[in-house]
């Protein structure tokens, strides 16, 4: 049996059949697609999504917008299911670029299907096309090969026999998964083609829990019952694992603490009697001082970046070992580690009874609890700090944490708010923290609090967004409101990049270009811009309310709550104060040479800071 269809048709029927699979649950892998039309899809994908309901479609504003819903939509399922976007060729295409980056970063799935060139040629150049004199096989969406896992364009038809099958394979793959790419130049959409009737039958994609080495799981067992000072990392893969339960017995039951990386934070309840919180450059100081002096560090599903590393000068133990376990072989092998290569939950499920009786020493689990309750006193002083307005950023951290119930989720991607939000964030539950820190994209926040929303339509859905952030894309409001999915959005505005003003003061500068001030002379040193941010999301179509003080914050969270529509609360916060660091160091580079004494003296600091990133072999 053949049916004859459009490649973009085909396309259509078959994404609407596959599904994923894992522990006896199914999911529809591809819930919808968000797209933009133009010349390069209307008359293809467009054609093929107006004919055939089934695959939902969505309306968004701009093309990186949707990646980052796409990617925040599979980040908030655990990557069982997400989203397709398409794109005209051009533009629309290349829009998507940094929303592939973002979601390859974070090794989030997504599936962009931007529109491309003729594949029959005689018609180039077309509107929007890029022209080269050496070759004629290329076009702008040869950009998206180093931000994809997997890329591919379709000249004939029966291509996507065997392409969409890779597509399917990358985005199911635990290991691989991240930016998917499929080119479909404008006029191969449209082509006819008797496919095979089977093609289009429902096939579901199991995400294998892969088994570790029986042997080298011993070894870990032996150097774990040797460590005097082990400690667990908890990164994203402990999530998209959904392993947490498993983390928080293995951890009860050994005594470990765990501390946790962006992705990872929330892999524990932050009252969990092993949880330390927030590690690295942005971590706590019970965190950061366990990490130092540890002499077994367990990474599980992390890839320690530079900010859970604080640029290799975390473990500064000299015989520390690393006991890494990772569905990656990639990342398990990463700072020498033994890699005990993959799922975390079922490889944690069979690490802990080879650790039967072992306990971590009384004196350890003694300073791991002070740890704990020091941290406690210190984020209720931040929260409990009473300035007048504008007020701290960590006070509004606390009253959005306090409105939030235990299964709403915050958002949030750039800015300073990160950094304070890993260290006072009280997660109560597994992705109830959602933080795109991997690629740190301003842009992301409001986009992909939308797909967090999409993903479960019954939780609140709180957004932490900085000005700055708000002013690069804050224009998915608008699509919010249309598809009626709510969100809370809480604006903090300090007239500026507070984050990268106190970065670049650190590295002995003045902060040019940091503040959203009029232009005195060489300077913005003037007044405040004028920019009224709350009639800015009303003109969107957002419920929007402009506060000063806690009282009013608290007042307008819980007015927001009760809303239908979304509603953003502009809250105006201090750009000087700040949540200090604790016992951690990030490397940025300073000037070797320069005329200014202070930059002079922050690259002296800078040196010896240096010499303690490690290597390790
Ligand atoms: C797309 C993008 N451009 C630039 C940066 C670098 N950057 C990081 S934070 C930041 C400023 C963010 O400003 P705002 O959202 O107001 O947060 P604040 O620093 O004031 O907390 C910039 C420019 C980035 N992370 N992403
Ligand atoms: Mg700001």
Redesign the pocket.
Known sequence: MKRRLTVAQAIVAYLQKQYSGRDGKEHRLIEGVFGIFGHGNVAGIGQALEQDRELKYYLCRNEQAMVHTAAAFAKANFRMRTLACTTSIGPGATNML?GAATATVNRLPVLLMPGDIFARRNVAPVLQQLESGSSQDISVNDCFKPVSKYWDRIQRPEQILTALPEVMRVLTSPVETGAVTLCLPQDVQTEAYDYPEEFFQKRVWEIPRSRCDAGLLNRAAEWIRAAKKPLIVAGGGVLYSEASEALGKFAAATGIPVCETQAGKGALAYDHPQEVGAVGVTGTPGANILAREADVVIGIGTRYSDFTSASKTAFQNTGVRFININVAEFDAYKHAGLALTGDARVTLEELLPLLAGYQASTDYRVSVANFRSEWEHEVDRIYGIRKEPPIS?GEVIGAVNSALEAGDTMVCA????PGDLHKLWRTKRPGGYHLEYGY????YEIAGGLGVKMADPRREVYVM??????L?MAQEIVTSIQEGYKLNIVL?D?H??????GLSRSCGNEGMG?SYRYRKGEKYDGDVLPVDFAANAASLGACATRVSTRDELIHALAESRKQTRTTVVVVETS?EQRVPGYESWWDVAIAEVSELEPVRAARKKYEEARSKERLFF
Do not use: K, P, R
């Not at 750039?414 to 708010?417: D, F, H, I, P, R």
């Not at 740190?440 to 842009?443: D, K, N, Q, T, Y």
């Not at 500026?496 to 003003?501: A, D, E, L, T, V």
């Open positions: 940094t950023q750039a800015g300073s708010l740190s994209c301003m842009g967004v900085g000005d700055g952030s708000y690069m903090l300090n500026g990049f507070s984050s990268i003003g940091t750009y």
